[in-house]
């Protein structure tokens, strides 16, 4: 659907993405996340065709985002993270405003209005001004404007800053909503624990490079060992020698609760809870743990900061004069 080929955008002097390549598949939600200053609103200009690559190429369906521009923004909506808003204008006004934009046709404009601001929660809202919405509902208007065309694709860049927890929550509500209803969106954020709610994808960028791209909810591998949480009625000074002697790995304990990590399929599971049980604990409850994604973030970052470090060159990202021909004296 989306094809980003080999990336290299560089600012006067300072390479911010430098060899980006994946591909997004349909119906997706792909969170984009990395530290501050790791190329991820350059990445989702480029994707927009905002910003011109010094090499690599955007492809959307089979259209070359850079080349035929207004073609892709046909099937684009994108979200700026400082985006602006007429607030004088009614929220019909600023919908229709972007319609026309659009170059929707004036028959299905007011259709086109009206179901954006229904997809985003806004129906009852339309003859207030923009400027008298709050900050969530604000956002709200500015994903309508991007979405008014019915895009196949949606760009947002943090689109959840600076809401409330209330707010947040039903930013993510609107976000899956659209992904059901056909789109694939590719969010920019920071923060993790609501992406963990609602994307498929996660693509990691640090220094303009792509540290980490994997789907978050595919089925773990067959033989993966995978964390799990198990829970007495009580502590019991026996636990970890139980545990450690039928053989798990990383054994914790808290209390009344164990964490471990084990390998295997239902069946070798309930193996072991038998086994557990057969051994006096009185187990109240054992079940696998939700990954953590901020924990696999923050274990990436240090991991790979830690390579770069051991590294005798670390690819860094001021562009560097080539290497003078001839002998080197
Ligand atoms: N106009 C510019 N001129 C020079 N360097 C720039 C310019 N805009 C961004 N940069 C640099 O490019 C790098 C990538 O910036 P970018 O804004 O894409 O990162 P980001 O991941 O979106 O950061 P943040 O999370 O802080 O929004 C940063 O080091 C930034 O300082």
């Given at each position: 659907m989306i094809r980003v080929e080999d990336l290299v955008f560089d600012y006067p002097g300072f390479?911010?993405?430098?060899g980006v390549s994946f591909a997004v598949e349909p119906h997706s939600i792909t969170a984009l996340v990395g530290p501050n200053g790791a190329g991820k609103t350059t990445l989702l200009n480029c994707m927009a065709g905002l910003a011109l690559p010094a090499a690599g190429r955007v492809q959307l369906d089979q259209i070359d985002v850079h080349r035929t521009p207004r073609e892709a923004h046909a099937r684009m909506g994108y979200l700026s993270d400082f985006f602006g808003l007429y607030?004088?204008?009614?929220v019909q006004r600023c919908l229709d405003y972007r319609a026309r934009a659009q170059g929707i046709p004036s028959d299905r404009r007011a259709a086109a209005v009206q179901r954006a601001a229904e997809r985003l929660g806004l129906a009852d809202r339309?003859?207030?001004?923009?400027?008298?919405?709050?900050r969530g509902l604000r956002q709200r208007l500015a994903i309508a404007q991007a979405i008014v065309h019915e895009p196949a694709v949606i760009l947002l860049d943090?689109?959840?800053?600076?809401?409330d927890p209330e707010a947040r929550f039903g930013l993510a509500a609107v976000l899956r909503g659209l992904k059901d209803e056909g789109m694939t969106l590719i969010v920019s954020s920071h923060i993790l624990a609501e992406l963990e709610d609602y994307s498929t994808h996660l693509l990691v960028l640090e220094q303009g490079r792509i540290l980490d791209y994997h789907a978050l909810d595919g089925a773990p591998a067959p033989n993966a060992a995978r964390r799990f949480e198990l829970q007495l009625v009580e502590p019991r000074a026996d636990l970890a020698a139980v545990l450690t002697a039928a053989g798990l790995g990383d054994v914790r304990i808290e209390g009344r609760l164990a964490h471990f990590t084990m390998a295997g399929d239902a069946a070798v599971q309930a193996a072991l809870l038998r086994r557990l049980i057969e051994a006096g604990l009185p187990v109240a409850g054992f079940a696998a743990t939700k990954a953590d994604l901020q924990d696999a973030y923050l274990a990436l970052l240090k991991d790979s900061r830690a390579r770069a470090s051991a590294a005798p060159h670390v690819n860094g990202t001021k562009i560097q004069a080539p290497a003078p021909a001839g002998p080197v004296p």
């Open positions: 390479r911010a993405l430098d607030s004088e204008l009614s339309l003859k207030q001004r923009a400027g008298e919405l709050s943090e689109p959840a800053s600076g809401l």
